[in-house]
């Protein structure tokens, strides 16, 4: 269970409140609430209510859509340090994803209720918030107008090369990189088919960048990944 100390650390890594000073970083802290989840838990699905936000503290988690033919589609990977459901915090707008837990995860929530509480107290918090959410939204245009000049070969180094300076972040050493997921979720994150995704990675493997093993990939040289971004 996260102490009050350790929230307020958690919060100032996340970049969604990089603007804030610490005493707006603690008045964030006072109203987070710690929480867990087990292995493979939904922790909220596409189309429920969004009410609350959530830092996480360990663990990892995805976010996937359904497509319209039954096919889950991942979107996104989060691990420590990482927040989700982020908008909660501004309206009760219905979730655009669902959320799942891909091992135990320790995080902690803030309500939106209680942040746009003290978004009313505190209205500079809310423009410096405004201010860190238009520079992800620039950073996510720009990954986007990148994605669209990029090869599947590119795509897939860069989603692998994430994935594995989060692991490093979290301890991993520097070479022999295990990163827990599916080919099908690398595929979906890189924007590409399955085939092509599974194609790239037999390249990688027989190069020996990379050993594939059921929903792993460890990852023996990560700076060769930069070789196959172009």
């Given at each position: 269970m996260a102490t009050a100390e350790e929230s307020l650390s958690l919060l100032g890594q996340v970049p969604v409140f990089e603007t804030l000073a610490p005493d707006d970083l603690q008045r964030v802290a006072e109203v987070a609430v710690p929480r867990t989840?087990?292995?493979?838990?939904?922790?909220?699905?596409?189309g429920d209510e969004s009410d609350t936000c959530y830092v996480v503290r360990a663990g990892h988690a995805r976010a996937v859509r359904e497509h319209a033919d039954g096919r889950m589609i991942a979107l996104a990977h989060f691990g420590p340090g990482d927040i989700f459901g982020e908008l909660a915090m501004f309206d009760a707008e219905r979730r655009s994803a669902t959320v799942e837990?891909?091992?135990?995860?320790?995080?902690?929530?803030?309500?939106g209720a209680d942040m746009r509480r003290l978004l009313r107290s505190h209205p500079d918090i809310a423009v410096k918030l405004v201010i860190s959410l238009g520079r992800r939204l620039?950073?996510?245009?720009?990954?986007?107008?990148?994605?669209?000049?990029?090869?599947?070969?590119?795509?897939?180094?860069?989603?692998l090369d994430g994935l594995v300076r989060q692991a490093q972040e979290?301890?991993?050493?520097?070479?022999?990189?295990?990163?827990k997921i599916t080919q099908a979720d690398i595929a979906q994150l890189a924007g590409s088919s399955r085939e092509s995704a599974s194609r790239f990675l037999a390249v990688l493997e027989r190069a020996g960048v990379i050993t594939q093993g059921r929903g792993r990939i460890t990852v023996h040289d990560p700076g060769a990944l930069a070789n196959y971004v172009y």
């Open positions: 989840f087990p292995a493979h838990h939904v922790i909220f699905r596409e837990t891909l091992d135990d995860v320790q995080a902690i929530a803030v309500l620039r950073e996510a245009n720009e990954r986007l107008a990148r994605q669209s000049f990029q090869t599947v070969q590119s795509r897939v180094a860069v989603v979290e301890g991993a050493d520097s070479r022999d990189v295990l990163v």
